[in-house]
């Protein structure tokens, strides 16, 4: 097991336990640190797949960002003035038999398709070119060349969902 | 170096755990993270493939637009859900049921 | 490079003076309000530029040069569209006559339309129209010319119905547009089929001659199709109806667009197409055209309304043309257009003017009398004095009074009407040269009797109105900026502006490089007769209507009065023959409805109910035991299946997503 793999491992076993966390926890606030835990170890996971711009927005985004807006929500949302904020939740075994079946489904489906063998991936590991240094700079051109539409749209989208947001939660 | 696969079953099993959570859960800001947690499982598939695809990087553009979309839709998804609270005085979602008949 | 450096430049001028009245369109029509009083000079000062530029043009392109540009547009399978400019000497006189005019009329409307609340609005659709107008005119390519044809439909919707507080004027727009609708398909068609014969819209190569032209059936089913656009916009027999009730706009335009340009855009059509035309096709365009002309010179002799009139007129002088156009007089057609729109732009201007002078009188008297109504004027000679002069010299020239520029082209395309027909053999082909004849002495005659109305005899609006004899309120001549158009179109009737020979046109500057070699040439035998023969019919029509305007002894048969006054009730045979079939259908299912079917229902309905007793007996002692435990049954069901529909959104969810699980296990195994 070489370091990279022990690394992806340990990040994808965090990844995983933090979203069973949200399932299993009966508490809000728990759940939401453990979205946290989860957020943080799908940025590693990107750090590994060789995308480090994503992992800094990833935490910047839904740590910085998406996560502070739930704890928010969560606070402006509850009557109770305890400590603990209960999380309810139903259909537990037809969710979790749910849950089973679609993983399986996807678990043999990923088996199967054997993804690797793809020619274009096999292609791209022959010639060794896979992402091997930082993509900031590609990712910079390609927002200013080919993107440059979708990301003014994608700027647009931004503004959008703020005013409305902010019209949604202000009406009185 | 470890395959492809990993990533996609990683991937997938973040997406099944983001639906349970959204079938279980009663809270809506939960059933927010388990939407969140869906788009995640989406991105670090797209990222895994984008490995192999250097020189254009056609999944990490997408997963950054995926990003900017979940951004969004979580501020108006919790705009929305405080609108229910001052209405309903709850953010249950089993407790929103006006259209059933009583 | 000289030569590159001319094409552009000529080219470029062509693209810009179509785009001014475009711009001028979209500034007025958005911000036009604000500008109020300027809006007007703003569009005069656009026309001007336009027309300056036409000139340019037009000197660059007269005699025998021709200018293309071609931008690629789309394509469709193996056939690419382009938007082309084509200019050639037609479309380089086109463009000089229409933005001539437009330029004259947005002068004079400055003055008459001054005071209306839609001020900029209608100078907007002014600058609009001469946008399309252009568009029709530079167009290379079918295509493009049938979009231009649908935007002068478009501003001449809209002006028609300008003051659209008037039911009449709305109306009449709209009758204006459904009309030349029933032409614009059959023009579609004929576009569709020409394209079907020859894989290609772009007129450079369909008009090079080069194309096999015949008489077989889809070419002149396509050649009558094209002519169907020619019908509806020129307003030829059987369409002609929508004409005299588009005099509902204003004035001025009036004097643009239903005299001078837009209905003569199907005149000039045909001459675009014209070598994609049979025999049969120009056969049937000839007797329509001949018709046409019969029917509105008919029409015209007992209108009472003065813009009516002239609309008649113009109708008829439309039919010339055409009936031109069909005999292959391609040049004396043209020519005819020419000069037509002058000095029908100048009687339609001239005609505003005397409007307009006594609605001064009816706002001064605040009183109300129909302004149009010829039979309320008279003497306005004295009081009008240069109108009446203008309106003399151009309605002469209409009348086709020698030394006059209507008395040329008329006589262009009489010569070439009877030569043709002399080529046909057949005596029976003289019909159509004599109707043109007979078409001109009855335009003496109507010529007459409205200059006789309007501006001869006394004045007899007094009369009817006490007050009008008792006050000191006179009519007055119009201002300077209504004068000077009328003042330049009146000079421009007079023949030597065409042709220094004052009997005969056929070595003028116009016609000698208007004409094409493929056309038939006039034939001269026939010229001294139809000179001599068509100013006496002009000088008897002028002396004829001399005698009987006024003269309420000698009698006028009813059944001829009551027709001209109808326009041949075309629009009660329509009435009857469509509007009221279509009600009578409406009826007669209507009755179909209410008599048979709703019997029937009746009697059905009976039978259900004897059916009904019948069965409520076995109902109430046999069926009902079986009902109520149907009904315990499915309220049990009932209450299961609510349980599922619980309100619970997520188990919603949950069920879909066993559901798209059992179909894709279904689907992998």
Same mark, same amino acid.
């Given at each position: 097991?070489?370091?990279?793999?022990?690394?992806?491992?340990?990040?994808?076993?965090? &990844?995983?336990?933090?979203?069973?966390?949200?399932?299993?926890?009966?508490?809000?606030?728990?759940?939401?640190?453990?979205?946290?835990?989860?957020?943080?170890? %799908?940025?590693?996971?990107?750090?590994?797949?060789?995308?480090?711009?994503?992992?800094? %927005?990833?935490?910047?985004?839904?740590?910085?960002?998406?996560?502070?807006?739930?704890?928010?929500? %969560?606070?402006?949302?509850?009557?109770?003035?305890?400590?603990?904020?209960?999380?309810?939740?139903?259909?537990?075994?037809?969710?979790?038999?749910?849950?089973?079946?679609?993983?399986?489904?996807?678990?043999?489906?990923?088996?199967?398709?054997?993804?690797?063998?793809?020619?274009?991936?096999?292609?791209?590991?022959?010639?060794?070119? &896979?992402?091997?240094?930082?993509?900031?700079?590609?990712?910079?051109?390609?927002?200013? &060349?080919?993107?440059?539409?979708?990301?003014?749209?994608?700027?647009?989208?931004?503004?959008?969902?703020?005013?409305?947001?902010?019209?949604?939660?202000?009406?009185? | 170096?470890?395959?492809?696969?990993?990533?996609?079953?990683?991937?997938?099993?973040?997406?099944?755990?983001?639906?349970?959570?959204?079938?279980?859960?009663?809270?809506?800001?939960?059933?927010?993270?388990?939407?969140?947690?869906?788009?995640?499982?989406?991105?670090?598939?797209?990222?895994?493939?984008?490995?192999?695809?250097?020189?254009?990087?056609?999944?990490?553009?997408?997963?950054?637009?995926?990003?900017?979309?979940?951004?969004?839709?979580?501020?108006?998804?919790?705009?929305?859900?405080?609108?229910?609270?001052?209405?309903?005085?709850?953010?249950?979602?089993?407790?929103?049921?006006?259209?059933?008949?009583? | 490079?000289?030569?590159?450096?001319?094409?552009?430049?000529?080219? /470029?001028?062509?693209?810009?003076?179509?785009?001014?009245?475009?711009?001028?369109?979209?500034?007025?029509?958005?911000?036009?309000?604000?500008?109020?009083?300027?809006?007007?000079?703003?569009?005069?000062?656009?026309?001007?530029?336009?027309?300056?530029?036409?000139?340019?043009?037009f000197?660059?392109t007269w005699p025998d040069?021709?200018?293309?540009?071609?931008?690629?547009?789309?394509?469709?399978?193996?056939?690419?569209?382009?938007?082309?400019?084509?200019?050639d000497k037609l479309s380089a006189a086109m463009?000089v006559l229409?933005?001539?005019?437009?330029?004259?009329?947005?002068?004079?409307?400055?003055?008459?339309?001054?005071?209306?609340?839609?001020?900029?609005?209608?100078?907007?659709?002014?600058?609009?129209?001469?946008?399309?107008?252009?568009?029709?005119?530079?167009?290379?390519?079918?295509?493009?010319?049938?979009?231009?044809?649908?935007?002068?439909?478009?501003?001449?919707?809209?002006?028609?119905?300008?003051?659209?507080?008037?039911?009449?004027?709305?109306?009449?727009?709209?009758?204006?547009?459904?009309?030349?609708?029933?032409?614009?398909?059959?023009?579609?068609?004929?576009?569709?089929?020409?394209?079907?014969?020859?894989?290609?819209?772009?007129?450079?190569?369909?008009?090079?001659?080069?194309?096999?032209?015949?008489?077989?059936?889809?070419?002149?089913?396509?050649?009558?199709?094209?002519?169907?656009?020619?019908?509806?916009?020129?307003?030829?027999?059987?369409?002609?109806?929508?004409?005299?009730?588009?005099?509902?706009?204003?004035?001025?335009?009036?004097?643009?667009?239903?005299?001078?340009?837009?209905?003569?855009?199907?005149v000039f059509?045909?001459a675009?197409?014209f070598?994609?035309?049979?025999?049969?096709?120009?056969?049937?365009?000839?007797?329509?055209?001949?018709?046409?002309?019969?029917?509105?010179?008919?029409?015209?002799?007992?209108?009472?309304?003065?813009?009516?009139?002239?609309?008649?007129?113009?109708?008829?002088?439309?039919?010339?043309?055409?009936?031109g156009m069909?005999?292959?007089a391609y040049g004396s057609a043209l020519f005819h257009l020419f000069t037509?729109?002058?000095?029908?732009?100048?009687?339609?201007?001239?005609?505003?003017?005397?409007?307009?002078?006594?609605?001064?009188?009816?706002?001064?008297?605040?009183?109300?009398?129909?302004?149009?109504?010829?039979?309320?004027?008279?003497?306005?000679?004295?009081?009008?004095?240069?109108?009446?002069?203008?309106?003399?010299?151009?309605?002469?020239?209409?009348?086709?009074?020698?030394?006059?520029?209507?008395?040329?082209s008329?006589?262009a395309?009489?010569?070439?009407?009877?030569?043709?027909?002399?080529?046909?053999?057949?005596?029976? /082909?003289?019909?159509?040269?004599?109707?043109?004849?007979?078409?001109?002495?009855?335009?003496?005659?109507?010529?007459?009797?409205?200059?006789?109305?309007?501006?001869?005899?006394?004045?007899?609006?007094?009369?009817?109105?006490?007050?009008?004899?008792?006050?000191?309120?006179?009519?007055?001549?119009?201002?300077?900026?209504?004068?000077?158009?009328?003042?330049?179109?009146?000079?421009?009737?007079?023949?030597?502006?065409f042709s220094?020979?004052?009997?005969?046109a056929a070595?003028g500057w116009f016609l000698t490089t208007i004409s094409v070699k493929?056309a038939?040439?006039a034939?001269?035998?026939?010229?001294?007769?139809?000179?001599?023969?068509?100013?006496?019919?002009?000088?008897?029509?002028?002396?004829?209507?001399?005698?009987?305007?006024?003269?309420?002894?000698?009698?006028?048969?009813?059944?001829?009065?009551?027709?001209?006054?109808?326009?041949?009730?075309?629009?009660?045979?329509?009435?009857?023959?469509?509007?009221?079939?279509?009600?009578?259908?409406?009826?007669?299912?209507?009755?179909?409805?209410?008599?048979?079917?709703?019997?029937?229902?009746?009697?059905?309905?009976?039978?259900?109910?004897?059916?009904?007793?019948?069965?409520?007996?076995?109902?109430?002692?046999?069926?009902?035991?079986?009902?109520?435990?149907?009904?315990?049954?499915?309220?049990?069901?009932?209450?299961?299946?609510?349980?599922?529909?619980?309100?619970?959104?997520?188990?919603?969810?949950?069920?879909?997503?066993?559901?798209?699980?059992?179909?894709?296990?279904?689907?992998?195994?």
């Amino acid at each position: 097991m070489s370091v990279t793999e022990i690394i992806f491992y340990a990040f994808a076993a965090l &990844t995983i336990a933090g979203a069973l966390g949200i399932v299993l926890t009966k508490n809000i606030l728990y759940a939401a640190f453990s979205l946290l835990l989860t957020f943080l170890g %799908v940025a590693a996971l990107y750090v590994v797949a060789g995308a480090d711009l994503l992992a800094v %927005v990833q935490i910047m985004i839904y740590v910085g960002g998406v996560l502070v807006l739930m704890i928010f929500g %969560v606070m402006l949302t509850s009557k109770t003035t305890d400590k603990y904020l209960p999380s309810p939740s139903h259909n537990r075994i037809a969710g979790a038999l749910a849950g089973l079946a679609l993983f399986g489904l996807f678990f043999t489906a990923i088996l199967k398709a054997s993804f690797s063998t793809l020619p274009w991936i096999t292609q791209a590991e022959q010639h060794s070119r &896979t992402v091997s240094e930082s993509t900031i700079a590609g990712i910079g051109i390609n927002l200013m &060349t080919d993107f440059v539409l979708p990301f003014e749209i994608a700027g647009i989208l931004l503004m959008v969902a703020l005013i409305g947001a902010a019209y949604i939660a202000g009406r009185k | 170096m470890f395959s492809l696969e990993h990533f996609l079953v990683v991937g997938a099993a973040l997406f099944c755990i983001g639906v349970v959570i959204i079938i279980t859960k009663r809270n809506a800001i939960v059933v927010l993270m388990g939407i969140e947690l869906i788009l995640n499982a989406a991105n670090i598939n797209l990222v895994a493939f984008s490995r192999y695809d250097a020189n254009v990087l056609q999944g990490q553009m997408f997963a950054l637009f995926v990003i900017v979309v979940a951004a969004a839709e979580a501020a108006v998804a919790l705009a929305i859900v405080l609108r229910v609270y001052q209405y309903y005085q709850t953010v249950h979602l089993d407790k929103l049921d006006e259209l059933k008949e009583k | 490079m000289q030569e590159d450096f001319i094409i552009e430049f000529v080219t /470029w001028s062509a693209t810009l003076l179509a785009a001014i009245p475009f711009f001028i369109f979209c500034i007025l029509f958005f911000v036009g309000t604000k500008l109020s009083k300027t809006s007007g000079w703003l569009a005069v000062i656009g026309a001007s530029i336009s027309f300056l530029l036409a000139v340019i043009v037009f000197f660059y392109t007269w005699p025998d040069k021709v200018y293309t540009q071609s931008i690629h547009w789309f394509t469709v399978g193996e056939y690419t569209f382009t938007l082309k400019l084509l200019l050639d000497k037609l479309s380089a006189a086109m463009l000089v006559l229409v933005s001539f005019i437009s330029l004259l009329v947005q002068i004079y409307s400055t003055e008459y339309m001054k005071g209306d609340k839609r001020y900029s609005r209608y100078f907007a659709y002014l600058g609009l129209f001469t946008f399309s107008m252009f568009c029709i005119v530079l167009s290379g390519n079918l295509l493009l010319l049938y979009i231009g044809w649908e935007l002068v439909g478009l501003s001449s919707y809209l002006l028609i119905g300008f003051w659209r507080e008037k039911t009449e004027a709305a109306l009449a727009s709209r009758n204006a547009f459904i009309i030349n609708r029933i032409g614009d398909t059959g023009f579609l068609l004929g576009i569709i089929l020409v394209f079907a014969q020859f894989n290609t819209l772009d007129l450079a190569t369909l008009t090079s001659g080069n194309l096999p032209v015949d008489n077989s059936f889809w070419l002149t089913v396509a050649g009558i199709g094209l002519f169907c656009g020619c019908i509806a916009k020129s307003a030829q027999f059987p369409l002609q109806i929508w004409l005299p009730g588009a005099m509902a706009g204003p004035t001025p335009v009036s004097a643009l667009i239903h005299a001078a340009t837009m209905v003569a855009a199907g005149v000039f059509l045909l001459a675009r197409v014209f070598p994609l035309l049979n025999t049969d096709v120009l056969t049937v365009i000839a007797i329509t055209g001949a018709i046409t002309a019969f029917m509105g010179a008919v029409a015209a002799l007992f209108q009472t309304d003065i813009k009516r009139l002239l609309a008649f007129s113009t109708i008829s002088q439309l039919g010339y043309m055409v009936m031109g156009m069909g005999v292959g007089a391609y040049g004396s057609a043209l020519f005819h257009l020419f000069t037509h729109a002058f000095f029908k732009a100048c009687l339609f201007l001239s005609a505003g003017a005397v409007i307009h002078a006594l609605h001064k009188v009816e706002h001064q008297l605040h009183t109300h009398f129909d302004a149009q109504d010829m039979r309320l004027m008279g003497g306005l000679r004295k009081t009008m004095p240069f109108t009446f002069i203008c309106y003399l010299v151009s309605g002469l020239s209409l009348a086709g009074l020698p030394l006059f520029s209507g008395f040329l082209s008329k006589d262009a395309i009489l010569t070439g009407a009877l030569s043709w027909a002399e080529t046909k053999g057949n005596f029976l /082909w003289y019909l159509i040269p004599d109707l043109g004849f007979i078409s001109a002495l009855l335009t003496a005659i109507y010529v007459g009797r409205q200059l006789i109305l309007v501006f001869g005899g006394e004045f007899r609006l007094p009369h009817l109105l006490p007050q009008l004899a008792t006050s000191q309120i006179a009519v007055k001549d119009v201002p300077f900026a209504m004068q000077l158009p009328i003042g330049i179109l009146a000079i421009l009737s007079v023949f030597f502006f065409f042709s220094l020979n004052p009997v005969d046109a056929a070595y003028g500057w116009f016609l000698t490089t208007i004409s094409v070699k493929t056309a038939q040439a006039a034939d001269h035998s026939w010229h001294t007769f139809t000179v001599i023969t068509s100013g006496l019919l002009a000088i008897t029509g002028l002396a004829l209507a001399y005698v009987v305007t006024g003269n309420t002894r000698i009698p006028r048969p009813a059944f001829l009065k009551n027709l001209s006054l109808h326009n041949w009730y075309l629009e009660d045979i329509y009435r009857i023959l469509f509007v009221r079939t279509g009600q009578l259908f409406s009826k007669v299912t209507n009755g179909i409805d209410k008599k048979l079917l709703d019997t029937i229902i009746d009697y059905a309905s009976i039978s259900m109910v004897v059916l009904a007793h019948i069965f409520a007996w076995i109902d109430r002692n046999l069926v009902d035991g079986l009902v109520n435990f149907a009904a315990y049954l499915a309220g049990r069901i009932g209450a299961l299946t609510r349980s599922v529909q619980g309100g619970r959104v997520q188990s919603y969810f949950l069920y879909t997503l066993f559901g798209l699980l059992i179909l894709v296990v279904w689907i992998i195994l």
